[in-house]
Nanobody
């Protein structure tokens, strides 16, 4: 499975941005999908994840109430809607796929495939 994250961008603080993660070479319906982010010199951190079945979701505390992860299995795509963006949300965002993981997970080692990363910059 190849994952392709949509282009990020530059947005003002308080604004919104939606990222998408499209899959090719496989059907994303069988994968839980997670979003992670990384800033220079820091480790990659969990943002949000959605289960492959049932649609349950989990979020990092830092984004809870502002970000929403969803999926459209017909389009083989998972989305990350980011609202009320803050300067500290600036990072490279990655999507990742976990084959039939029983629950959505923040554990990076559970993910089998990763997208290439996309830059999101929030101006203060």
């Amino acid at each position: 499975v190849q994952l392709q994250a949509s282009e990020g961008g530059l947005v003002q603080a308080g604004g919104s941005l939606r990222l998408s993660c499209a899959a090719s070479g496989g059907n994303l319906i069988s994968y839980g999908v997670g979003w992670f982010r990384q800033t220079p010199g820091n480790e990659r951190k969990f943002v949000a994840a959605i289960a492959w079945r049932g649609g349950s979701t989990i979020y990092a505390d830092s984004v809870k109430g502002r970000f929403t992860v969803s999926r459209d299995n017909a389009k083989n795509t998972v989305y990350l809607q980011m609202n009320s963006l803050k300067f500290e949300d600036t990072a490279v965002y990655y999507c990742a796929a976990d084959y039939r993981g029983p629950v959505p997970t923040s554990d990076m080692t559970e993910y089998d495939y990763w997208g290439q990363g996309t830059q999101v910059t929030v101006s203060s």
